[in-house]
Every structure is written in structure tokens, then in C-alpha cells.
């Protein structure tokens, strides 16, 4: 059952009662992320995920792990573009322990000076090792040339120089000017009861300050560009991307629909032509990240410097075969089941519906129905696939980044017009 409860302050409450798990997954969401930074506070949101699990005035850094530790529970947090998540998963019995220990965390972490350049270390060791991971590394470097100068392009955990710079009160204000009043999104997912967890809520939230956040946005604009990073690895990576419909535009479920033919499994296009038949790739797949008012789709691979051109052709081979409308029944009722049943196999999980809750809110403030979605997915036809494939990979928006030992004059434009 799905409820909803708007405190004075302007905290938005949105549960689902499940009364056949003895759970509860719970998560605070703030608008906030990369993408609400600029280039010279760029990483602050993840600093922040870090300050707020380092203590307290009345609990050390110790006392926030072992609180759920103890009780056998979860907790994390996560940073995004346009998201920060803090969730514990645990017994239905220690509900109001965890919502307590969240309430404490956003009200009461001092920030401290000693910890904030120790944190710093930490941090720049994160990302170091990211850049020490060239398959993960690879999609941080496309996305910083594929939106370019916009906001959506900054890294997400900040650079070294960013990070070194930050002082004790530009973490602060952000924190004060994002994490507060509408901009608090609280979702629960379990064996609760609405009323007495709002109640629980309102009793240590509901002395948040009561503010309206600016949360304006400008909407990308991106052109074709290919980027190469000469970098001494045994494969080369590469990303090929391109402009993909929003969270909320009304054919984002056509879209979904052609990443699953593409690449979406072990079965689609992509891995069954290029690493099953040729044997040219270990790793390949794509995926469609969504935000609020865009979107991007992305083919990643990784090869061997002798096979990376071929490769690319066959991407951009199979992309056009969408687009050329080279699909079949049969093929689009298959991807549609595949849809279905991922996304009602993971409905099983209140960790997964306390999370769509949560985006259901912040994209469209309302609950959308598991039929609802089925139904979408099921209404999609051929000529819609084809329709946003041709939209989507028009070369004047493809762009593509290669990370490995090779020159940038090996990978001309044209490439991306095969």
C-alpha cells in the first residue's frame, strides 16, 4: 500500500507497506550532486556523503557503524549526478533506532576541521584508484566530453585540486543550502505502518528548517566530438554514446526496449555478434542512464589494440540496423518479457522499492503502478524502437572516447558515420 505525507517543512514522506517481510529499507534523498556543482566546488555532494558517517555531536564515526552493525543491519549511502542517497536496511523492530540515527547524521555532524583533511586523503584516494581502473575510468572520460562544459560533464567525485581546496565552510553552505526543506525526500519500503512511521519522522525531523531550494536546471546541448586519452594498458576501452531520452519523457520505454536488443544481456546483438561469434571482446554491453530533462545511452568495450577499428564498425553496424528497421516480432516480444520479468523479479526487494519510491517521487510525484509500467512496456511497437533509434544515433550527436596505447588520428570522425 502506498502513502504519502507532506510535513510542515516541506519533507516529503513515501512509503509502501509490505507486512509479509520483517524489514524495513528506509533512505533520506536529497536533490543534490554533481550536477548542482560547478568547477571549482566540483566533488563537494560526495564529500559530504563522506562527513556525514564521520561523527556526530553526541556519536563518534564508531558509533554510526556499530549502530547498525549491531542490530544486523545496512547502511550506506551513494552520490550521483542528480541524487545523494543515505538508506539502512533493518528488522521491522529497529525501525525507529535507524530513522533516529539518519535524523542525526543530517541534524548533528559537526563537520570537523580534523576530519574533513583526513577525509580529503581518503577521497583523492578514491579517486586515484578509479583512474587505475580503466573500465570504470573510461565512462568518467566520456562523460566529461560528451556534455562537455555542462554541468552533467563534472566528475562526480571531484578531481584532486577540487577536493585539496575545499574548506570547512564551502562544505557547510552547501550542506545548508541543499540538504534541507523540499529538497528532503524520506521513502520506506517494508513491514510498517504509514501513520506511525510519519509520526516517527515528523517527531525528529520536523525541526528541519522549512525552505524552498533552487533546483534550476539547464537542459544539455551536445555535438560530436571523439576523445582519446593515450593511457599504457593491454586493451583498449572504449565508449560510443549519444543523447537518449529523459526520466520522464514519454518514449523513454521504446528506448529501454532497444537497449535490451542491443545490449542489454548475453543474449542481445552487441554480445552475441561481437564476443560470442567473433570472439573480439570479453566485456560489451550497453546502457541508458536517464536524468531529468536528457538523457545518454552508451556501448562499452574493451579489446586488443589490432581489433579495436573492427570492433567500433560492428558497434556502429548493429546500431544501424535498428535504425534501418532490421528487427523483428519476435525479437521485440522477447525484450519485452526480458523487461517484465527483470523489473518484477526485483520488486522483490524492499531495497529496490524504497528506491523507486523515492524516483517516483522526485521525477513525477506520484506512485506509478507495477501494471502500469507493464503495460507501457507491452504498448511499445517495432515502429517506435526504430523511430528513437534513428533519433538517437544521428551522427551529429554520437560521440565517442577511447582510452588505451593509441593516437587520437587513429579514430577520425567518420568512424561514427559508418
Known sequence: MYNKTVLD???RIVTEEINHVRSVSLGVWVESGSRYENPVNNGVAHFIEHMLFKGTEGRSAFDIASAIDSVG???????????????????????????????????????DPEEIDKEKSVVIQEINMLEDTPDEYIHDFFGQIFWDAHPLGLPILGTAETVNAFHRQDIVGFFSERYSGDNLIITAAGNLNHDVFADMIENVFGSFVNKRVNKHIV????????????????????VIGTLAPSATSDVRYAAF???????????SRLFQEIREKRGLA???????????????????????????????????DELNKVCDG???DSEIDSAKEQMKGNFLLSMESTDVRMTRLAKNEIYFARNIHFDEVVDNIDAVTIDAVRAIACDMFRPEILSMA???????????ARLLRS
Open 219 to 238: 537542459t544539455p546541448a551536445v555535438a560530436s566530438q571523439v576523445a582519446v586519452l593515450n593511457k599504457n594498458l593491454e586493451q583498449v576501452h572504449v
Open 9 to 11: 517543512n516541506g519533507i
Open 73 to 111: 543491519g545496512v547502511m550506506n549511502a551513494f552520490t550521483g549526478k542528480e541524487l545523494t542517497s543515505f538508506y539502512v536496511k533493518v528488522p521491522d523492530y529497529h525501525c525507529s533506532m535507524a530513522i533516529e540515527l539518519l535524523a542525526d547524521i543530517f541534524h548533528h555532524s559537526r563537520f
Open 257 to 267: 526496449l532497444m537497449n535490451t536488443v542491443l545490449g542489454g544481456s548475453m543474449s
Open 282 to 316: 570479453y566485456s560489451i554491453h550497453s546502457f541508458l542512464v536517464p536524468y531529468k530533462d536528457s538523457g545518454m545511452y552508451c556501448v562499452y568495450f574493451g579489446t586488443s589494440e589490432k581489433n579495436v577499428i573492427d570492433v567500433i564498425k560492428l558497434v556502429m
Open 402 to 412: 577511447v582510452l588505451g596505447r593509441v593516437k587520437r588520428e587513429d579514430f577520425p
Open 326 to 328: 532490421l528487427l523483428s
